[in-house]
């Protein structure tokens, strides 16, 4: 299915593009020079599991989506090729694997080439990581102490011991973000932001550690010079080779030349979409929350968090220092959460028929059964949800923990299936208080929540999520944060902004603020402590049991 918006008539004007390729759909929108969103399209991209946590995807075809999402979004935007003043690139922190030939590769069991994407949520590498961590190498200081799964070192490891035969035959490793720019222009160079949060590149000291790859048994990439994953490592927004391709630009309907930005991790791009409203990056805290979430800040100093991603340096805004967190499955764990439950068939019709979806239809009925947002709360009752379906990112850093439910009766209702919604968002925002608190102890302090992605756009949830936390919730215009943070970096390789920083300053815009209920506050620490102690309990099972 794709999906289209238009506002029409924009033919004179100098715009920007955003691209954006989740894990279902690559996105395009149109900008104007305001940050007002003129077009938008997207299309579908097919997600390929298979055993053992395998995930995979195709380069070609979200290449093609990507094509594709862009001539859309132009024609529906009514402006000329021509007022395409640059274009910026997003992506899932996914690898993508091609041989000398820029072909694809298969890095799964089905010797499809068409699979050569291992998609970030893939954890097939857990052993991996786990290997790794054991090492304690010096490197790891700068991805929380513990490297994550979801991580690229862990993947080609993992492809070298499993695929020996493709492994050798490779002839790049792309974080998907990077592949997307380098199909675009032919420009190999990578980003900061993707080669420092998940390759382990040191951005402040601008070098890779040979080391650390001869130590986790992948010292041939560091013997190339690390051609194979990137020699050249540039500031996100940099333009990229001469700008798009002949052929690029035929596929998606623009001029030879348009300026091309090197681009970034989705999440991140979010938090350049966002975090610069009220007061600033360095005073709030980008919270992404979409299929998984991620949390974002940004400091002067570096703070060294254990269980959280980081400290990275530029690797978002450039000269300032990241720590970033959130969680594996967070939009997806409330998907997972509600679709367990005896009513969410029945619930699901009536989404259906609203024309919403099933976690929209809830939201909006907790509205309408209670007075105000906060007092949903309520509704959970003596449900508690510990939502790590796929392990908790931060701050424990543990990929081993799963979800906990607390509370279920015999109910088979409605109402029954609310409670358990409402007592699932409350664990996606005792989640994110987890990380605020760990991260306070060791010095990175938050005035304020910026919000962004699709699960996060509901005021019910937006609220709740003000409530568990107790921080207030801003949320900016842009209808699209995440688009709107990729088109800013085709701003600035477009030099339409003279950097990052200003153009986040210029085309990021607030529009609502969520205050935490006092009324509830008392309520929600209980709640939080249940949390925690469900976590610890969980675990103290899992360690006592064979």
Not at 11 to 34: N, T
Not at 104 to 132: C, S, Y
Not at 300 to 326: H, T
Not at 489 to 494: P, Q, T, Y
Request: with cysteine; glycine share 10%; net charge negative.
């Amino acid at each position: 299915m794709n999906s289209e918006i238009n506002s029409g008539g924009h033919s004179g004007e100098r715009v920007v593009i955003g691209v954006d390729v989740g894990s279902g759909s690559a996105r395009a929108g149109v900008f104007d020079l305001s940050g007002t969103m003129l077009s938008y399209a997207s299309h579908e991209i097919t997600l390929f599991r298979g055993p053992e946590n395998f995930v995979e995807q195709s380069s070609r075809e979200i290449w093609d989506a990507v094509c594709s999402s862009i001539k859309k979004a132009v024609t529906l935007s009514g402006v000329l090729p021509s007022s395409v003043a640059g274009i910026g690139f997003d992506a899932t922190c996914s690898l993508v694997v091609l041989d000398a030939g820029g072909e694809p590769l298969p890095v799964g069991l089905f010797e499809d080439p068409d699979r050569n994407i291992i998609v970030w949520m893939d954890h097939r590498a857990t052993k991996q990581a786990e290997r790794i961590n054991a090492t304690g190498h010096p490197v790891l200081k700068y991805v929380g102490g513990k490297i994550s799964p979801e991580m690229e070192t862990p993947k080609i490891a993992w492809l070298k011991e499993n695929k020996p035969d493709i492994y050798d035959r490779v002839w790049q490793f792309f974080d998907l973000a990077d592949f997307l720019t380098w199909r675009a222009t032919g420009d190999l160079a990578r980003s900061v932001c993707t080669v420092t949060c998940k390759w382990t590149y040191l951005a402040h000291e601008k070098r890779w550690d040979p080391d650390y790859f001869h130590t986790i048994g992948l010292g041939e990439l560091a013997d190339e010079d690390f051609r194979r994953i990137g020699a050249n490592i540039v500031d996100p927004g940099t333009p990229c080779g001469d700008g798009l391709t002949a052929k690029a630009a035929e596929q998606m309907g623009l001029l030879v030349g348009t300026p091309v930005a090197a681009g970034m991790i989705d999440a991140h791009a979010g938090g350049i979409g966002t975090v610069g409203v009220g007061g600033g990056a360095t005073n709030n805290l980008a919270y992404v929350f979409g299929t998984s979430s991620c949390t974002m800040t940004t400091t002067q100093n570096p703070a060294f968090v254990p269980g959280v991603w980081g400290p990275y340096y530029s690797a978002m805004v450039p000269g300032l220092w990241l720590n970033e967190g959130g969680q594996s499955a967070a939009g997806a764990a409330i998907k997972q959460l509600v679709s367990f439950h005896p009513a969410a068939a029945v619930a699901t019709e009536q989404a259906k028929a609203a024309g919403v979806s099933l976690p929209t239809f809830l939201a909006n009925l907790a509205l309408e059964k209670m007075p105000s947002a906060s007092e949903a709360v309520t509704l959970a009752g003596g449900m508690h949800v510990v939502p790590e379906f796929l392990g908790n990112r931060a701050p424990l850093a543990d990929p081993h923990s799963r979800a906990i439910i607390v509370g279920l009766g015999m109910e088979s209702d409605l109402d029954n299936l609310l409670s358990l919604y409402i007592a699932g968002i409350c664990g996606i925002g005792y989640g994110l208080r987890q990380i605020i608190e760990t991260q306070a102890q060791m010095g990175v302090t938050i005035d304020k929540i910026v919000i962004s992605g699709g699960a996060g756009r509901h005021p019910l949830v937006r609220q709740l999520i003000a409530d568990t936390c107790g921080c207030n919730v801003l949320a900016t215009k842009a209808s699209e944060p995440v688009l709107l943070g990729s088109a800013i970096l085709g701003a600035v390789a477009a030099k339409l902004s003279p950097s990052v920083k200003e153009a986040m300053e210029h085309f990021s815009v607030l529009d609502t603020q969520y205050q935490p209920d006092a009324n509830f506050s008392r309520l929600h620490t209980h709640r939080y402590g249940a949390y925690k102690r469900l976590q610890h309990s969980a675990k103290l099972i899992r360690d006592e049991l064979p």
